[in-house]
């Protein structure tokens, strides 16, 4: 028997702890998906679609650290 398990994660605008939780869902699913991800491309397009998305650098650093685990391979899009 499988069991589902759902997270609700929030901060006080969320985009802070928020986005950067939503960004490590994805990134986790481009490794999964293609072996790779992309932070900066990630990080770019969400604070297009909304402002101030993963709004510190640590955060950034954790998504990168945590995602790199899964894929074989981080790029880096500077």
């Not at 790779?36 to 993963?54: E, P, S, Y």
């Amino acid at each position: 028997m499988s069991v589902m398990v759902c997270f609700i994660v929030s901060c006080s605008a969320g985009v802070g702890r928020t986005g950067a939780f939503i960004a490590l869902d994805c990134l986790l699913d481009q490794a999964d998906a293609e072996g790779v991800v992309d932070v900066f491309a990630l990080t770019n397009q969400m604070r297009k679609d909304r402002l101030n998305m993963i709004q510190t650098v640590v955060s950034i650093h954790i998504c990168m650290r945590l995602s790199f685990l899964q894929s074989n391979y981080l790029m880096f899009g500077f």
